[in-house]
């Protein structure tokens, strides 16, 4: 049975200012996020391909900082539970997606992770690490959730494509953004070594968001 899990009053955590703008433009960009989607197709059919194959079909798979879901669903997962800070971004999944399970809520409050129902297969960060305020922290958390055979599967784009993507954001080609800290693959590596994660692999795909010259 699908779940839709709004925090209330006396179980919200208190967030960081940061954190409040980029959950208000998250609620402003949610009716509109799957038409950004489906306009940079290129990009995210080719990202959600790759993270089918890296995933197979069948997982329990926890997806932090899930926006409209579409990624999850495309998993096909056995179980499937998506957190997103912004409650429209979970309503418009709930809707899209009732076979899924969806919460409103901070990946980084300790309270949310530990009420999540465990283990799972995989653990999808992406592009979700640049809006955390304490990337080790939130990955140590992550213990719970997992048992040995858990992969926690990290996407971020390059710092090098900024200057791409503010110009896309200025001529109306990506949806607009709220501030992110910007993070080296050597950034994301130390963190996880630090929460005491192995890594098993990473690489770089993708060198620009958009098909040219096929």
């Not at 969806?102 to 129902?117: K, P, R, T, Y």
Request: aromatic share 10%; charged share 20%.
């Amino acid at each position: 049975m699908a779940l839709a899990l709004l925090l209330g009053a006396g179980g919200e955590q208190m967030v960081s200012n940061r954190k409040r703008l980029i959950q208000q433009q998250s609620d402003k960009l949610a009716k509109n996020r799957d038409k950004w989607i489906k306009k940079n197709s290129y990009f995210y059919n080719n990202d959600y391909s790759y993270m089918q194959f890296l995933v197979g079909e069948g997982k329990r798979v926890l997806e932090l900082g899930c926006g409209t879901g579409q990624l999850l669903n495309t998993l096909n997962p056995s179980y499937g539970m998506g957190v997103d800070l912004s409650a429209n971004m979970v309503s418009v999944a709930q809707k899209n997606y009732p076979n899924l399970s969806f919460i409103q809520g901070d990946v980084e409050d300790n309270e949310l992770i530990s009420s999540l129902q465990g283990s799972f297969d995989f653990i999808i960060l992406s592009d979700t690490i640049g809006y955390l305020d304490d990337c080790e922290v939130a990955f140590e958390r992550l213990h719970s959730l997992c048992t040995p055979d858990t992969r926690l599967i990290v996407s971020y784009y390059s710092w090098r494509w900024q200057p791409i993507l503010a110009l896309g954001e200025k001529i109306g080609l990506k949806m607009p953004s709220s501030e992110m800290n910007w993070l080296s693959t050597e950034d994301t590596m130390g963190f996880l070594h630090l929460a005491d994660f192995e890594p098993v692999k990473r690489e770089w795909r993708q060198l620009v968001p958009r098909s040219l010259f096929v």
